[in-house]
């Protein structure tokens, strides 16, 4: 688990209406959770199920941790991040300890859990779990339910892969944000935003509009493309007063950063002729040596019954 001292605020990332809209909403549940089970008395009806989870769903790069973060920095609490590559353990019964760690830690340090790649954690149980991994997965899943109904805090989850979740967590989650793919105005002020106002050394065809009309990318691409870009600038034979982010630097970055998905979603069954062909290749190699087998077999089939009848002649 890491802690983390709130930075970035909702005026760091660029979000749709609806989207912004919904971590609005989310926000005003949090600030009015004592009006409600408090003073209310919602509290002395409702003795569990009291915290507060949200699950931001959206594809990479579309904001969901920084507004996490930006959510910590509203409400004037630490972020703790958890992440379930570090809180698995191979050792068996030793990751529910560790989300029930996590949790405890929350409330002692008054902080704002957050679980990035959360479908890794809240994956569904398996029925009739029969392999000890299955029966482990189904334990920290259980385990993760019930510290959800005793916990009296705010709880993120951020996940690309929202239909992984266990049915369970429908009921326990209090609001569901999604993450779009930001629109054409979004993608602009997002260019933008991630200049320097005053430092950065922009070149006079840089044209902001036209990288956002020409490519359909996330908010995260897009930091990657300027800080490509600033890197190819900065690598140009010129002396550095010189030195400026031009408009091919930051098209040629996009570039080299769509080509870097490409790579990433490429698989060894995703060449399908190039397979099937090697699997007929092989398909008749042991059709072949079937073929010469059966014919041996013949062969010392024959013999064997020509030397029988030889032998009962004489």
């Given at each position: 688990?890491?802690?983390?001292?709130?930075?970035?605020?909702?005026?760091?990332?660029?979000?749709?209406?609806?989207?912004?809209?919904?971590?609005?909403?989310?926000?005003?549940?949090?600030?009015?959770?004592?009006?409600?089970?408090?003073?209310?008395?919602?509290?002395?009806?409702?003795?569990?199920?009291?915290?507060?989870?949200?699950?931001?769903?959206?594809?990479?790069?579309?904001?969901?941790?920084?507004?996490?973060?930006?959510?910590?920095?509203?409400?004037?609490?630490?972020?703790?991040?958890?992440?379930?590559?570090?809180?698995?353990?191979?050792?068996?019964?030793?990751?529910?300890?560790?989300?029930?760690?996590?949790?405890?830690?929350?409330?002692?340090?008054?902080?704002?859990?957050?679980?990035?790649?959360?479908?890794?954690?809240?994956?569904?149980?398996?029925?009739?779990?029969?392999?000890?991994?299955?029966?482990?997965?189904?334990t920290v899943v259980n385990v993760l339910l019930r510290e959800l109904e005793a916990f009296n805090g705010v709880v993120i989850f951020a996940t690309n892969l929202a239909s992984n979740f266990d049915p369970a967590f429908e009921r326990r989650i209090r609001t569901h944000v999604r993450f779009e793919m930001p629109g054409l105005g979004e993608r602009e002020r997002i260019w933008k935003v991630q200049i320097h106002p005053s430092r950065t050394p922009l070149a006079r065809d840089v044209d902001f509009r036209a990288l956002a009309e020409r490519f359909e990318i996330s908010g995260g691409d897009i930091k990657n493309a300027v800080l490509k870009a600033a890197a190819a600038a900065a690598g140009e034979p010129l002396p550095d007063k010189e030195k400026r982010i031009q408009q091919r630097h930051l098209e040629r970055a996009v570039a080299d950063v769509l080509a870097a998905k490409e790579v990433m979603r490429q698989s060894l069954f995703d060449d399908k002729p190039a397979i099937q062909q090697a699997t007929y290749a092989l398909e008749m190699r042991w059709r072949q040596a079937l073929l010469v087998a059966l014919c041996l077999s013949g062969a010392a089939l024959v013999v064997a019954l020509t030397a029988l009848t030889l032998l009962l002649l004489r």
């Open positions: 688990m890491e802690t983390v001292v709130p930075q970035r605020t909702f005026a760091d990332v660029i979000l749709p209406p609806d989207t912004r809209r919904a971590l609005d909403e989310a926000l005003a549940q949090v600030r009015n959770h004592a009006l409600i089970f408090s003073r209310w008395g919602l509290g002395e009806r409702h003795t569990t199920g009291l915290g507060l989870a949200f699950n931001f769903a959206g594809p990479p790069g579309t904001g969901k941790t920084i507004c996490a973060e930006a959510i910590a920095h509203e409400l004037g609490m630490k972020l703790l991040v958890v992440n379930y590559a570090e809180v698995e353990s191979m050792w068996m019964g030793e990751t529910p300890k560790n989300i029930v760690a996590a949790f405890r830690a929350a409330s002692e340090q008054r902080a704002v859990l957050f679980f990035d790649e959360a479908d890794a954690i809240a994956t569904r149980r398996s029925a009739g779990a029969v392999i000890p991994y299955d029966r482990e997965s189904n």
